[in-house]
C-alpha cells in the first residue's frame, strides 16, 4: 500500500500561482508513476499532468501545458504540481495519484492509490 497525502491549496487571484506537494509513505518503491488530477463541482475527474518515478518523463493536459510543471524528489518520497498564471477555470479539488506501471498514465481509472485531495480556488 502506499499512502499519499496532498497539501498546498488555497485561494489565488487570477494570474497567480500556487504549489502542490504530495507525500508518499508505505511501499512507495512499487510505484512507477504519480500523477495529478482535478475536480471540479459536476464534472468528472480529469488529468491534469504525471511524471515517471524513474526517467522524469512528463505528460502534460493541453489545458494546463506552459503553466504547470510537474516534478518529483524521490529521496523525499515527495511528488510537486507548480501551477504558475492561474485562471478561474483552474478552480477543483486536485488529487495526487499513484500507479504501478506507466502504461494509460493520463488514465485516473489505472491509478492504484489516491490522497484525499486539495482544494484550489482561483478568484478575484
Known amino acids: 500500500q502506499v499512502q499519499l497525502v496532498e497539501s498546498g491549496g488555497g485561494l489565488v487571484q487570477p494570474g497567480g500561482s500556487l504549489r502542490l506537494s504530495c507525500a508518499a509513505s508505505?511501499?512507495?518503491?512499487?510505484?512507477?508513476?504519480m500523477g495529478w488530477f482535478r475536480q471540479a463541482p459536476g464534472k468528472e475527474r480529469e488529468f491534469v499532468a504525471a511524471?515517471?518515478?524513474?526517467?522524469?518523463?512528463?505528460y502534460y493536459a493541453d489545458s494546463v501545458k506552459g503553466r504547470f510543471t510537474i516534478s518529483r524528489d524521490n529521496a523525499k518520497n515527495m511528488g510537486y504540481l507548480q501551477m504558475n498564471s492561474l485562471k478561474p477555470e483552474d478552480t477543483a479539488v486536485y488529487y495526487c495519484?499513484?500507479?504501478?506501471?506507466?502504461?494509460?498514465?493520463?488514465?485516473?481509472?489505472?491509478?492504484?492509490?489516491w490522497g484525499q485531495g486539495t482544494q484550489v480556488t482561483v478568484s478575484s
Open positions: 511524471i515517471t518515478v524513474t526517467t522524469a518523463r512528463t
Open positions: 495519484a499513484a500507479k504501478n506501471g506507466v502504461a494509460y498514465i493520463s488514465d485516473h481509472g489505472k491509478y492504484d492509490y
Open positions: 508505505g511501499r512507495t518503491f512499487s510505484s512507477n508513476a
